[in-house]
């Protein structure tokens, strides 16, 4: 069975940092890109940040850039999204996510399967 778990949502103050985690099971990982999006209320899901299942590419929404990075231990089968500067509209359920597809380029379209998600609220 497939399963992407989500942890290390939270508050957290403007400005403060929160690194969330994803453990996958029920397939082989390391042969999939992985990635991270987001949903805040009364909005859409919107992509945040993928990373190529080659390990040599990552990307990121342009809201983010700079602030937030995407990492992966294949050994521990856990991917990380590490955000920094945090800021009141990063506000949302962050979703962990596996395209539908193994190997393959890093494509924003590709990803279908998704884990329950974190909240993650930036407020003083």
């Known amino acids: 069975q497939v399963q992407l778990v989500e942890s290390g949502g939270g508050l957290v103050q403007p400005g403060g940092s929160l690194r969330l985690s994803c453990a996958v099971s029920?397939?082989?990982?390391?042969?999939?890109?992985a990635g991270w999006f987001r949903q805040a209320p009364g909005k859409e899901r919107e992509f945040v940040a993928g990373?190529?299942?080659?390990?040599?590419?990552?990307i990121y929404a342009d809201s983010v850039k700079g602030r937030f990075t995407i990492s992966r231990d294949n050994a521990k089968k856990t991917v990380y999204l590490q955000m920094n500067s945090l800021k009141p509209e990063d506000t949302a359920v962050y979703y962990c996510?596996?395209?539908?597809?193994?190997?393959?380029?890093?494509?924003?379209?590709?990803?279908?399967?998704w884990g329950q998600g974190t909240q993650v609220t930036v407020s003083s």
């Open positions: 029920g397939f082989t990982s390391e042969y999939y890109a």
């Open positions: 990373h190529s299942w080659t390990g040599g590419s990552t």
């Open positions: 996510a596996r395209p539908t597809s193994p190997r393959g380029t890093l494509n924003v379209a590709g990803f279908g399967v």
